[in-house]
């Protein structure tokens, strides 16, 4: 007699992570392979990080519960009270504690496909079920998510921009999409790309706050400021959502190394470089889709630190093809392929493959 588990495990694919180089090199592919699967910064700590993880000598103790001192000073710097924001190990745990939070078994929990996949596991191992709404070219369709809204419907997921198709929502679409949900409805607004939004007319969930007691936003550590090793992410929300998503949220989730590297990203003395760093990406952002589009592709405008390749059937092949040749790049079967924007030598590297594999299928 064997233990038995959850019978939604023998479906549940569990969190997939893009290939890493050394996958590659191990299945026999090139052994220097570029990584441009995972949307990281290609840059290491802001000034400060490292020296505050060194410093950092109490490890015999438990941190604080809720990184409180970390909240504190996101709060501060946003313009919020404190007791607003939810820190965790990354956004990823925090979507699972925001469901656990907020639906009962078989409610809804509303997602655009194709978007983040976490959302929809989130509400798949809490008993709710993912309502999938198709995107509207590379857009999410925020008309049809308002018209798709019921009574069960509990939480909608906005990544914006949308990971993987990198385009941002427009501040006019989401006023009226909020405009039209029912206020006891929980509308998370997943900006973890916001740093690297140069177009005005995006929305800044942050800024519907105060006029939207049901709107969610999650931030993370983990792209612009470099800290994906870290794991730390943060919500924002009213109080009562706030303290709801608290209580579910796993205890020390935030270790101390994580809080104080956090912390010291924050610093004001970070910001030109943080900005220097997300001007880098920007301008080659600008570029790769520029050539991309030279080359014959069609490339969606990006307000994201990665590029999508729309290529419907012929996504896992083309990876495939990137692959053999040292570029590892996401694909999203049926749909396209995602590119994380890098260093100028690495994106070269992978224009350099895309300029070649175009000159083959001509």
């Not at 655009?112 to 709404?133: C, E, K, M, N, Q």
Request: aromatic share 6%; charged share 20%.
């Amino acid at each position: 007699m064997t233990v038995r588990t959850r019978s939604l495990l023998d479906t549940y694919p569990g969190y997939v992570a893009g290939r890493t180089a050394d996958a590659v090199a191990q299945n026999g592919g090139p052994t220097n392979a570029v990584k441009l699967s995972g949307n990281e910064s290609c840059f290491g700590p802001l000034p400060g990080v490292r020296a505050a993880i060194d410093s950092e000598i109490v490890l015999n103790r438990y941190p604080d519960a809720h990184a409180s001192n970390l909240c504190r000073v996101i709060a501060a710097r946003i313009g919020l009270d404190v007791d607003q924001i939810v820190a965790a190990s990354g956004s990823l745990p925090l979507c699972r504690s925001i469901v656990d939070a907020i639906c009962e078994p078989g409610d809804e929990v509303m997602v655009p496909t194709v978007s983040f996949p976490a959302y929809s596991a989130a509400a798949a191992l809490a008993g709710a079920v993912p309502v999938r709404v198709e995107m509207r070219g590379h857009e999410l369709d925020l008309v049809e998510m308002a018209n798709r809204v019921t009574e069960r419907t509990r939480i909608v997921f906005i990544c914006t921009p949308n990971n993987p198709t990198s385009v941002a929502v427009t501040a006019e679409s989401l006023y009226c999409f909020l405009r039209q949900v029912p206020g006891d409805v929980l509308v998370v607004i997943d900006e973890a790309y916001r740093e690297f939004v140069t177009d005005p007319r995006s929305a800044d969930g942050i800024a519907l706050l105060a006029e939207f007691s049901n709107v969610l936003v999650l931030r993370t550590f983990s792209k612009a400021y470099g800290l994906a090793g870290l794991r730390v992410g943060y919500s924002l929300s009213s109080p009562k959502v706030a303290a709801a998503i608290r209580k579910v949220t796993a205890a020390f989730s935030v270790n101390r190394l994580s809080e104080s590297g956090a912390l010291a990203a924050l610093n004001p003395a970070c910001d030109s470089e943080l900005e220097r760093r997300v001007a880098h990406v920007v301008g080659e952002r600008g570029r790769v889709t520029q050539t991309l589009r030279s080359l014959g592709h069609e490339v969606a405008d990006s307000q994201a630190n990665f590029v999508w390749l729309p290529m419907g059937p012929a996504a896992n092949e083309y990876a495939r093809m990137c692959e053999q040749r040292g570029v590892v790049i996401r694909p999203f079967e049926n749909r396209g392929v995602r590119v994380t924007l890098s260093t100028v030598v690495e994106n070269e590297v992978f224009l350099r493959v895309a300029t070649q594999l175009a000159r083959e299928t001509r």
